[in-house]
């Protein structure tokens, strides 16, 4: 309790500090706004902004103009967005990594109670709009009654169904929860978006709940919609609807379906300025192309026509040379930073199948380590995961070194290849028969073959699952083949519980304390094996497809429980060392080695661009603002 009161006191500090630098600050703004607020278009940029605005404190105080390029790939455009800009448009919480605390851009204040069952939020007074209308409270009510509480639009249970809203005044409110949310400003800072903070004013005419029966079947006719939560669900995003107002630094002025382009020019009400209160953003506008594939992504950037890019070039580390060829001449620095995840790929196996006979060997954790002894890790990083001075090392997927629940032990465990061990331990699980093919078969005599489903996000993958189940095959005689599948077919093999094996990059490397990374190591996604057991999904007793957990599984689901619920330290710090300890007994996935680290492009006349670390707990490039950038 004491360390997380003691963050509070530094968030409240942080918070305190940016009101007093800002009000002696003489407000001045970009060049373009300075023209339209004489031609009387806009209001003067002291009445634009908050009374107390954000301040961030930049390295090199810049000069105002340009626009930054980026690249995005097609059909992740929301995705691969908020890998930059989209963090600083929509979260309400940010995790400062390098102070270890919560702050906010859009918050004046947050604070909670000793148990975590209240939450008090308020609003910088004066925050508004894109459009220039105020945010208040009114905001969050909306969102709160009608959106997060509309069955139509959030059918699905959500962590708010035993929270009250109270609204203070037009700009404080409070949540209160009938358990405690020790965790709750993680979640928030999870890259999750400032879901509280919605233009009630805008989306109100898109609103079922706010349209008579004519009016709906009007506005649907001239959208285009035939349902209304379609509808909704489209006007608020922020990379489809340009009339949709923001609160973050950049609003959107085309249709990308139109212009196969994101173009984003300044928000004229952005709250936040710079030490010496210049209205930030410096950069006038965003240029985001759309590709359609890796090849036109890296020709995008050895053409020198990126200015910051991260999301789209990190993924394989294989273009180094090609982007290192090209550097000099495009005038861009190649960046490395370390992902915030535990391994270059791990193979997650499905604990609960329910396939009679593969279940047995799945469910085992002499099978799991076989296969690890099994792999030949030296000769897969030697072809896939070594370019230049850089090279991976033999790891399973372990919470990172770093982290205070870094475990050495777990980390190396059964990752040296000794094929003579492994058959042996397939030899004691009874697997001595062998087909025509001459491939183990089950102690029972049947045939046994095992897939690994390889989603289709990197190119390399397949190739990568390819090496290392053709390794299983000659090493220990297992039939095991690979299935590559676009994302959306493995997903919902995934949530079917109808898979095998399948390979991912794994889940957060656990730096730091966030909701969603323990949801992940304690099995609650566990790519959805473990949501077999969850409260508000477990099945019952009279279910035909029923079965109980094993007592591992069950220990590590009330561990993962623990962490998030309580409000002792003593206690979670506790379950969190149980769950390591778990995932080292059973060995639930089996990894190959640590990432190499992630390829960043900047050009060398960008400005404040600041440490780009490949961080998915709280937000990609939480570290990074662009809204600091600026052109030399």
Known sequence: MKKLLSLALVVLMVLSLCPAMAETAAYTEAPA???????????????????????LEVEEVGQYGGTLRQAVMSGALNHSQSHMTGYINRNSIIYDRDNQSYTSIFLKDFSWNEDYTEFTFTIREGLKWSDGEPVTTADVAFWFNDVLKNEELTPSETSYTDCTLTVVDDYTWKFNFETGKPLYLAKWAYNSGSMFLQPSHYLKQFHAGYLSADELTATLSAEGFDDWTLMYKDKMNDQKD???????????????????SLTFERNPYYCVVDQNGQQL????????SIVESADLMNMKVIAGEVDVQVAGVQESFSNYPLFAQYAEEMNYTIRTSDFNEPNAMNFHFNVTSKDPVKAPYLSSVDFRRALSLGMDRESVIATFYSVGPYSSEPAQTSWLEGSPYYDEEWAKQYTEFDAEKANAMLDELGMTQYD???????ANGEA??????????????IEVVEMVCSQWRDNLKLNITSKEI????????????EYDITNLTGSCGFLYVAESSITDWAGNRGYNWGTRFMPGVQLTEDDPNYFAPTEDLAALMAAGETAMTTADDAERETALKEIVQLWKDNLYAIGIGRRLPAINIVKNNVHNVGKLDQDWAFGFCATSRADGYWFE
């Open 486 to 497: 676009d994302p959306g077919t493995w997903n919902t093999s995934c949530q079917a519980n």
């Open 448 to 461: 046994f073959n095992l897939v690994v489903l390889c989603p289709s996000f990197d190119t390399t993958w």
């Open 281 to 288: 953003p410096y950069v006038d506008s965003l240029l985001i």
């Open 242 to 260: 340009k009339d949709l107002p923001v609160l973050g630094p950049w609003v959107l002025t085309a249709d990308p379906a139109v212009t196969n």
């Open 436 to 442: 025509g093919d001459g491939f183990r078969m089950t």
């Open 33 to 55: 706004l300075a023209a339209k607020v004489e031609a009387g278009e806009l209001p003067a940029v002291a009445d634009r902004l908050p009374a107390e605005p954000a301040v």
